[in-house]
């Protein structure tokens, strides 16, 4: 089976389309890829052509072999757009994905018709910063790869999704037994990227319409770096959303795809 690719300069993008209508960019987050989106795809292409993509270093996209920063991973975003011969889009970015949809805003305004960003800030903090390393060089050491994405769970999802120990269990199960998991070298790609990453003084360029959505509960990204990103981009909504963390996405997918749909179709 041919895969659908897109040849970059150094790298193939991994892609996948869903539906018809008014195009829909899905960027995913650090670590994650087209199967992140899956509990959503469904609804919103029943809506929207729906675009997912795996970012240079996830899934069954390349790694790149030289160090890029997040506007290049923006660029990338273009390039899978100019490819598909897709002029505007509503665009969809969660945590890491956000980051790089606030890039594609920024630089491509022309690109954007309205601008959903999930979970997500205008830097990535120290802490942030220390943490991913630490989960890099913790996955370089090697060892049992279930306790690694065990461990993120608790930064992942909300409280109430522990007390459904099948939801956690069939996550943590899947993601080690998923067959594109992300590399070493392609997690410490991204890590890098976000690290350098910052858009906190041109966020006053962004002009698409935007809703800005935080899980009350998100321990990665905190509410109130989510409250200053919205605050300074011109005209934004904030949301947010009760007993839900940082991938509402997957732990509240009804909840999330109301709330999108509801922004994205009206006037």
Known sequence: M???KLKLDDIELYYKVYGKRAPLLLISGLGSDVSSWMNVVNKLSAHFKVIVFDNRGAGRSEISNRSYTVRQMAGDAIRLLDYLKIKKAHIMGHSMGGY??????INYPERVDKLIL???ASISSKRNNRLFLDFYKELKRGGNLEAWIRRWTRWLFSKKCFTHKRFIETFVKNGANYPYAQQVSGFKGQIDAIASFGTRKRLSRIKAKTLVMEGEEDMLILPREAKRLARNISG?????V?????CMHIESPDLFVKAAIKFLISK
Do not use: N
């Not at 790089?100 to 805003?105: F, R």
């Not at 934004?236 to 947010?240: F, L």
């Open 100 to 105: 790089i949809a606030q890039e594609l805003a």
């Open 236 to 240: 934004s909504i904030y949301q947010s």
């Open 242 to 246: 009760k007993d839900t963390a940082h």
């Open 118 to 120: 999930e979970s997500t």
């Open 2 to 4: 041919i895969l659908p």
